[in-house]
């Protein structure tokens, strides 16, 4: 089982920054895809961002395309996602996720059969 230890999120101002980090245990570098899903209230829980390095391909969706960025270090078993330029419509509760190595594409971050998730974190942003 995939556990994960998630940290960062909170409160931040628009136009501010904060980080996103994700800790996986058990994480067989280059054979998964990870990343971020994010859920608002009363909306779906959508893919943020995500990378597989194994196929060289990372996904931002296009709400956070030049303000988020995603990374990983497969030595210390971690991914993060810095969030700068921050906007109120990025308040949601956000999910680190891992899954197959194809289930990050160039156009979405899937979910399926092997997608694992963390418990989530909030992040809100004020106006």
């Known amino acids: 089982e995939v556990q994960f230890v998630e940290s960062g999120g909170g409160l931040a101002e628009t136009g501010g920054s904060l980080r996103l980090s994700c800790v996986v245990s058990e994480f067989l570098w280059g054979d998964y895809s990870i990343g971020w899903f994010r859920q608002a209230p009363g909306k779906e829980r959508d893919g943020v961002a995500c990378l597989s390095s194994s196929v060289g391909v990372i996904y931002y969706t296009d709400s956070v395309k030049g303000r988020f960025t995603i990374s990983s270090d497969g030595a210390k078993k971690q991914a993060a996602l810095q969030m700068d330029s921050m906007k109120p419509e990025d308040t949601a509760v956000y999910y680190c996720?891992?899954?197959?190595?194809?289930?990050?594409?160039?156009?979405?971050?899937?979910?399926?059969?092997?997608?694992?998730w963390g418990r989530g974190t909030q992040v809100t942003v004020s106006s």
């Open positions: 996720a891992v899954g197959g190595p194809t289930y990050c594409s160039g156009e979405n971050f899937y979910t399926g059969p092997s997608t694992s």
